[in-house]
Nanobody, 125 residues
Framework: QVQLVESGGGLVQAGGSLRLSCAASGRTFSSYSMGWFRQAPGKEREFVAA????????NYVTSVKGRFTISRDNAKYTVALQMNSLKPEDTAVYYC??????????????????WGQGTQVTVSS
């Protein structure tokens, strides 16, 4: 069982930056791969970024490549999403998720067993 709590969302102007953090409970955190997803009003939840158990492999949706960076600290049971050069289209609720397959960097919501409550990111133009 893993419990996830996101923080760091807020309101920012276009071109600005935010850093999201996800704190995990459970001693098995390092065995999970982790992902960030987002959901805008009226849209389906979409993949943003993923990282394998060691942090050595990452995966990003094309629209955020070069702007967002996912990282993890297994000693602190945290995963972060650094978001730079934010655009209004990045506005969404962002969710942290845990995948029991630590070697994965999946884009599929169905492969993630545990989810946080979400944090709102709003980018104004």
């Amino acid at each position: 069982q893993v419990q996830l709590v996101e923080s760091g969302g807020g309101l920012v102007q276009a071109g600005g930056s935010l850093r999201l953090s996800c704190a995990a409970s459970g001693r098995t955190f390092s065995s999970y791969s982790m992902g960030w997803f987002r959901q805008a009003p009226g849209k389906e939840r979409e993949f943003v970024a993923a990282i394998n158990w060691s942090g050595g492999i990452t995966n990003y949706v094309t629209s955020v490549k070069g702007r967002f960076t996912i990282s993890r600290d297994n000693a602190k049971y945290t995963v972060a999403l650094q978001m730079n050069s934010l655009k209004p289209e990045d506005t969404a609720v962002y969710y942290c998720a845990a995948n029991p397959n630590g070697r994965s960097w999946s884009t599929l919501t169905s492969e993630y067993d545990y989810w946080g409550q979400g944090t709102q990111v709003t980018v104004s133009s």
